[in-house]
């Protein structure tokens, strides 16, 4: 790869793959990490990637470096319906959600919604995110994780179900929630 075309990637791409990083590790310095060893795996095999699935391959590898690195820090995951506090208060940095003043910006609904997803497991989250957050198409998202596209498209509805049944327990939300899924 030529020092050309991988700082257009790296221009491109660093700052979603920090965010997603960020987001799975809750930790400003363990993301960083991650993202530079997913930037220099890049530059080493980025000759063998197709150019169309940078995007696929980034998720992956983000995905998996993401994974090794809570493994060393033996960090416990949250049970199925149970909020995890940490994610509750993290927003996405970088990316189009680049900007800090962003957490200030967001109204109850959108608070709302990431409590909701706090209530998610850390691999549905991970693939809600992937999918809505960072625009990734679902056979993408199932590319990075090595899952089938179909299996994915389960997780998704799953995760919107059960979104959705915590969203209607608020009574400011029930009625907006309703009409837009019935």
Known sequence: MDAATYTRLLAEHRDRVYSRALYVLRDREDAEDVTQEAFLRLWQQGDG???QKIAGWLARVVHNLCIDQTRRRKVVRTRFGRPDPAAADLLPA?????????ALRLD???QLV???????????RSVMMMHYFQGLRLQ???AALGKTETAVKVQVHRARRSLRAV??????LAPLVRRQTG
């Open 140 to 142: 993408d998202v199932a």
């Open 167 to 172: 969203l209607e327990q608020d009574a400011d």
């Open 108 to 110: 109850q609904r959108q």
């Open 49 to 51: 990637i197709d150019p």
């Open 114 to 124: 990431l409590d909701a997803m706090a209530t998610l497991p850390a691999e549905t």
């Open 94 to 102: 970088g990316g189009a959600f680049g900007d800090p003043e962003w």
